[in-house]
């Protein structure tokens, strides 16, 4: 979660690397519901062509939210490489996506399905995120 939180926050930070994140990343990339949620929101914003900072989005969202955006912001200035953060969230969402699968596939097996039919579902979804 450290590295959502610092991504988060060198978006807030620094507004021009949406450009190189939307589309890769997504609400649903996060693990903390909440961080999606605000991240969803920062994507609004950037769709808007309205820049972002953690007042603004204290605006839009509650006065609750200015100190968890500082903290946000803290975080990135002190760990820095946003992009890189980004690439770690991205991963661990798929590592969740394929977890999932796999504890699915594993029910099917168990519930008798045809294991190489659910062998050959699970290769094909991995390949589908290894191409995104």
Not at 1 to 7: D, L
Not at 14 to 37: A, I, Q, R, Y
Not at 60 to 75: F, I, K, Q
Not at 109 to 120: E, L, M
Request: proline share 2%.
């Amino acid at each position: 979660m450290s590295s959502e939180r610092i991504a988060l926050g060198g978006l807030i930070l620094n507004n021009e690397l949406m450009h190189d994140v939307c589309g890769k990343l997504s609400p649903e990339s996060f693990s903390n519901m909440s961080l999606g949620n605000l991240y969803k929101h920062i994507v609004q914003f950037y769709n808007d062509k309205k820049p972002f900072d953690a007042i603004s989005i204290a605006d839009h969202l509650g006065d609750r939210w200015l100190p968890e955006c500082g903290n946000l912001v803290s975080e990135a200035v002190r760990n820095g490489n946003t992009l890189n953060h980004v690439s770690i969230v991205i991963e661990n969402h798929k590592r969740r996506l394929i977890q999932a699968r796999l504890a699915e596939s594993i029910n099917q097996i168990i519930n008798k399905a045809k294991t190489q039919d659910v062998i050959n579902d699970l290769s094909t979804f991995i390949s589908t995120l290894d191409s995104q």
